[in-house]
């Protein structure tokens, strides 16, 4: 299929995470957290979809990449006369070394993408079933790890002090990185040999692909841009190191299974959608106004409706709502521009 | 005595033999269901979650003890057939790993229910928290608890083998583990054998949550979660698809946390679950049938 034929694989989805910043800018700046903590889970889920996507190898490990970029970018950013306040166990090179906001979001995404190669080296070699206990295994040693090391970063306690540079640009502009990197790499020779071992191992080796490589790129690729997501939550919102574990990763794979974990649309589709309704069930805690309908759900309902949503879709769809489609332009105008 | 060179003391050792035997049956009800379905169920902690719930009920209301348990039974076998028949049974033909991310989201379906239903502080069910008492054994005082579910587990494990080896129903269930089609062309009948291991995984849930409602008797919706993570660990250290293999890694990842989370100092056992998870990944890596099978593990042809 020629490029141009795929562009809307990209646009539309850029499209949609332009629009939800546009949307973002006219609202309260109530409404504008939410749209912007929308935001940082497209990038998140955009990068679990380079991977699960384009390999068909589940990850329960990617928010570790995530809560490594946060710490990372968190911890350099923090004021240095406030750092021992927040941070007594912090290590000697931690507390003299400070960056600025862009700086700290690079390193962010170098450590998630060192952090992703070096865990892929040996569990690249799983599939199915067992790679799917083994970054189960790596979510809860990191969290374990991140919640108990305080040399590293505050410990139990939240990230606070990060400066809050994540505004509706900063976010826009990392979920667009990680949609643009995410489409340049399933266009790619290394995407489509990826997608080939999805599609048939055998035949893949056979024509000389090694799967173990393709997978260990893609994870290495999706590790970075979920620690730049990381860093861009960090800079968002005081996290906390029990914040990035299983809930955080049932979320995102929610969002990716309901949107479909084929398609790069079905991963923005699927955050966009997916976050949306649960921050609507979530804000409803405290009462929302429906059209005049004051609405109040106990604690707890917005992860509910996921649950169900995400049941239904797998039973019903298990390719999810965008059915492993992506948009291209049709087969006439293509030949047209040709 | 190896056990004062070894630094331990009985109530310790004991322990880890209480945490082992609790996990063990744990780990034969994940083991059991992952033999005939090829489904790790991580709604497994979940089951406990809503036994032990109903065992706060029944403390609630004035309830005999044996008629609360009862009802934990109940309600556990209940929900576990309901989730066999919702979830499982329309996702039998799929993979194995979009049935994992289908019982990780029936998992947090079920605790969100109960965080919606019985609140942040959930329920007290505190019945039997007598049997935290120690007994005086030769001088030792051992909690009673430790003693109880040592010896109930034993006499599950072994009802479970007399099941599996001396009765059609447990044949056609080992045989299903082993190849379930072959089975089913044998002329095995898939939904009976289905409904067995459902039905006495259900039972050792409902038998690990009224032991660890013991210990753990404020019930909240996470209830039973860490435990099951661990045992989930476990089941893979010693082999997922057969009841002995999973019984053994469930009992030593039970035994090996119970005495270490009660000898190492707390600046060390706080990493005991890194240590667990890497252990799991070193098995996976090295011997992905498991640590206490042997040979015979199924090549994969095309």
Redesign the interface.
Known sequence: MSLVRRLPELFVPALLVLGTALLGLEVSSYLQSYFLDTLVKVAIVVALYVFIGNSG??S?GHISFVALGAWTAGVLTVPADQKTAIMPGLAHFLIRTNVGNITSLALAAGVGAVAAFLVGL??M??S???????T???L??TN??LT?DQSIGPGLNAFSSVPQTTGIWQATIAALICVVAAFAYRTSRFGRMLGATREDP?AAAAAGISIYRQRLLAFAISGGLAGLAGGVYVHLLPLQAGGLSLNLT?IT??ML?VGGSGTLLGAVGGALAVNGIYSFFSAATNTVDVFGWHLTV????A??V???L??LV??AR?AGLSGGRELTLPRRSARAAE | MTLALLNLSWPVFANGLEFGGIYALMAVGIGLVFGVLRLVNFAYGQLIMAGGFALAYGAQWGLPNWVSILFCFAVVLVLSLVMDRLVFRPLRTHSPAVMLVATFAVAFLLQNIALLAFGAYGKTAGAFAYLNAPWDIGGVEIRKIAIIAIVTAAVCLGLLQVLLTRTSLGLHMRAASMDFRTAQLLGVRAGRVIAGAVVVSALFAAIAAVMLSVADFQITSTFGLSDTIIVLAGVVLGGLNRPIPATLGGFSIGFASGILGGTLPSNQSQYLASFLFAAVIVVLLLRPDGLFTRGGASVERL
Do not use: C, H, S, W
């Open positions: 190898v589940i329960f040996p569990l070699r799983l199915g079933l067992a790679a799917g206990i083994a189960f295994a790596v809860e040693i374990n790890v108990f055998a049932f794979l929610a299974v106990p604690q707890g309902t992860e509910i996921l649950g169900v995400m049941a797998l039973i298990p």
